[in-house]
């Protein structure tokens, strides 16, 4: 298994400029979920999916998109990007959509907004 | 108020000291605790998980109080390679896990 994988590895942006960062997990598992990581303030939850179709938002949804058609892939699409959305982007899935399992984190993206 | 907070540190210990991280959880209704070690630039992975009674793997042991609302790590005999970040986890049953920002440990020869 390739558990979870995230492409890019490293991306820069301009200003106003969109993109998808995209997220895949070959582990069948039904949750899956975005974070983002700044300095000093830890990962903080962008979306959540508990299965296929299904989709919420977590601590900081806005500038964010997301989708889950399929259980196996969930990206995550940046509308306009801004230099506050500077940040590490961890892709993350679950066994189960009960929160009571470990989660599985995908190597990260590395997003520059300039 | 953040839903989960840690002690950001640094510890610098020495190699072979015990070392202790804690951390708080503000929603009552949490129900899973887990603690995640973060290496450099690199993704967080699962240390291990908290039980009530509290648990134990090697060296580390896990605690949680539910009274206090904080769970602890502790790390006996430190090596080098002990290392990172420690990320604590607090999940409810909304299926959102609330991660703390981490407190770095640095283990030195």
């Known amino acids: 298994n390739a558990g979870v994988t995230q492409t890019p590895k490293f991306q820069v942006l301009k200003t106003g400029q969109s993109m998808t960062l995209q997220c895949a997990q070959d582990?069948?598992?039904?949750?899956m979920s975005w974070y983002r990581q700044d300095p000093g303030m830890g990962l903080r939850l962008i979306h959540y999916?508990?299965?296929?179709?299904?989709?919420d938002q977590g601590e900081v949804p806005n500038g964010y998109n997301v989708s889950r058609s399929t259980t196996e892939d969930f990206p995550l699409r940046l509308l306009s990007a801004a230099p506050s959305q500077t940040s590490v982007y961890f892709c993350?899935?679950?066994?189960?959509?009960?929160?009571?399992?470990?989660?599985?984190f995908g190597p990260g993206t590395r997003l520059t907004v300039l | 108020r953040k839903e989960v907070e840690q002690d950001p540190g640094p510890f610098n210990v020495p190699e072979g000291a015990t070392v202790a991280f804690n951390c708080t959880y503000s929603?009552?209704?949490?129900?899973?605790f887990f603690w995640y070690r973060q290496d450099c630039r690199k993704e967080p992975k699962l240390l291990m998980s908290?039980?009530?009674s509290g648990n134990e793997d090697g060296r580390f042991t896990a605690q949680l109080n539910r009274a206090s609302q904080y769970i602890s790590l502790l790390i006996r005999d430190s090596k080098l390679s002990d290392s990172a970040t420690y990320l604590c986890?607090?999940?409810?049953?909304?299926?959102?896990?609330?991660f703390g920002t981490g407190t770095s440990l640095t283990v030195i020869p």
């Open positions: 993350a899935s679950n066994p189960s959509a009960s929160g009571s399992y470990t989660q599985y």
């Open positions: 582990m069948n598992h039904e949750y």
């Open positions: 999916s508990v299965g296929a179709g299904i989709t």
């Open positions: 929603n009552s209704a949490s129900q899973s």
């Open positions: 908290v039980y009530s």
């Open positions: 986890v607090a999940s409810n049953t909304g299926n959102q896990f609330y």
